[in-house]
């Protein structure tokens, strides 16, 4: 992961800028979304790449997320901390997964 970051990843390192510069901040919700869905398509294709050569199944961003969570939840986490994580806007959402 840190050399991705390294090689992908935000020159600028201060705390109020995102990890990877796909996005600025002062994008329209919609073009945000968008962008952000078409970043999350090419890099389930690279994973997908990466799953074949494996012979793993079922890889993907979502599936990392959950990954992310359980572990998370697992090591004693609070469930808001994990939530706060997730970006949910309702706790409830994060108790159902």
Do not use: C
Request: charged share 25%; hydrophobic share 30%.
């Amino acid at each position: 992961m840190k050399q991705i970051i390294e090689k992908w990843g935000n020159l600028d390192k201060s705390p109020d800028n995102y990890v990877f510069p796909f996005l600025t901040g002062n994008e329209t919700p919609l073009k945000q979304k968008k962008r952000v869905q078409g970043i999350t398509h090419r890099i389930n294709k690279h994973i997908q790449k990466i799953e074949d050569k494996l012979g793993m199944l079922n890889i993907s961003t979502y599936t990392a997320r959950h990954s992310f969570a359980s572990v998370l939840k697992r090591s004693g986490a609070n469930i808001s901390y994990i939530s706060d994580s997730l970006e949910h806007s309702d706790l409830k959402t994060t108790k159902i997964i």
